[in-house]
């Protein structure tokens, strides 16, 4: 059992003669967030009511390539494609890294676009999904992101690279994927938030088809009925 496609492509290249399935993590429905509750939580992180929220959950870490996001954010903002668009970052914070991002943000003159949260707890989670217009990951790796599959779950439009290897995000109508560059994923998120299939959150039909496919109950019946597939292979053979 693998979490993507191309973690079997890369188990395959051993080239050993066993089966290899590929079954995602799943993911439970979220729970609605009151209206209030959502401006009570984009009022405390220093945000206007009209201000459009781009979010990344996960660790400030280089392997997330979270460059690509400030640039992303800069190059629209210097575009003024949507000139009140914020970058907010949850998570685990590698200091030196974030350094780094807060350079880049001031070289770009849109630090007061981008925002760390720090660690956040999972209520937290679901406020910080409820504001957001557009949900963005850029990492160099991942294997089977649960905060992609979270922030889908929870309505919101997802913009990532192929490296995250998400390709639920085409499949189910969940948001675009795109290339590691700043003109290809800057575009993306503009495109995103001009949609009008993804305007502000995706539709519930969009999410009750992905949960369909994608809960953790759902998958959990693949998982049985590979299980007993493997059995009955065995007894079989014996």
């Not at 997330?64 to 640039?71: H, M, S, T």
């Not at 030196?96 to 999972?122: N, T, W």
């Not at 690279?161 to 993306?188: H, Y």
């Amino acid at each position: 059992h693998v979490f993507s496609a191309d973690e079997k492509e890369r188990f395959q290249e051993f080239d050993i003669p066993i089966d290899i399935h590929t079954i995602p993590n799943g993911v439970e429905p979220s729970p609605t967030i009151p209206d209030s509750d959502a401006a009570k939580f984009k009022s405390k992180v220093g945000l206007e009511p009209t201000d459009v929220v781009a979010v990344f959950l996960g660790r400030i870490h280089p392997l997330k390539n979270l460059e690509l996001l400030v640039e992303s954010i800069a190059q629209i903002a210097e575009h003024n494609h949507t000139d009140n668009i914020h970058l907010l970052l949850a998570g685990p914070v590698d200091e030196q890294y974030k350094a780094r991002l807060l350079s880049i943000a001031h070289e770009k003159e849109i630090q007061d676009r981008v925002k760390f949260l720090g660690m956040i707890d999972q209520p937290t989670r679901y406020l910080l999904f409820s504001i957001a217009n557009v949900y963005v990951q850029s990492s160099h790796s991942e294997g089977s992101s649960m905060a992609l599959r979270e922030a889908a779950s929870a309505g919101v439009p997802i913009v990532a690279t192929e490296t995250c290897n998400f390709a639920e995000a085409e499949k189910f109508g969940l948001g675009v994927i795109v290339g590691s560059t700043v003109p290809d994923f800057s575009k993306a998120i503009t495109d995103v938030l001009s949609q009008t299939r993804f305007s502000s959150k995706l539709n519930r039909e969009t999410i009750e088809n992905y949960l369909k496919s994608e809960s953790w109950g759902a998958l959990s019946q693949r998982f049985v009925e590979l299980y007993e597939s493997a059995v009955a292979s065995k007894v079989t053979k014996n």
